[in-house]
């Protein structure tokens, strides 16, 4: 980074594999409910790997009207304002969009979530609400990162 030269070994020394459980909730912190909310993560200098799956078995306390939000992710974004990244949603299910619609989000900065966002080709994008889900909603997920 920053123009400085490293040598392979002294890349690889900051190398490290995990797990981590991710939190699916609104944007006043009301979780959902789950059975399977599984991550794992590589972490390989500053650079960070994130994917995993949330299956909800019920919306729990989240606020009808309030934005979703992928949260826990093992390391904090970023500081840096620039510093943005997609988080992309691979298969779903069970959630309450117009056929066309496509569900991804982003990150950052400096924070440990990812805002879901709904696409389609008429009205661009909007922010995923609590109503958009179902008590059962379903996605795998994954993300690439910067941390400090």
């Keep these: ?4 030269a490293y040598s392979a070994s002294e ?6 594999e995990g797990t981590f459980t991710p939190r699916i909730h609104d944007g006043t912190a009301n979780s959902a409910s789950t059975d399977i909310n599984t991550g794992f993560y590589t972490k390989i200098g500053r650079h960070v790997h994130v994917q995993g799956q949330i299956r909800m078995t019920s919306k729990g306390s989240m606020t009808a009207g309030n934005t979703i939000r992928l949260d826990d992710f093992p390391f904090t974004l970023n500081t840096s304002t620039n510093c943005r990244t997609v988080c992309n949603i691979g298969t779903g299910n069970n959630f309450i969009l117009t056929a ?3 569900v991804n989000g982003y990150a950052g900065p400096s924070g440990t979530a990812a805002i879901l966002r709904k696409w389609d080709t008429t009205d661009g994008s909007s922010t995923v609400l609590v109503s958009d889900l179902t008590d059962s909603t379903r996605f795998h997920f994954s993300m690439d990162y910067l941390t400090d």
Excluded at 1 to 4: A, D, H, L, S, Y
Excluded at 11 to 16: A, I, Q
């Design 1 to 4: 980074p920053n123009g400085t």
């Design 11 to 16: 890349v690889l020394d900051d190398y490290e």
């Design 100 to 102: 066309g619609t496509y």
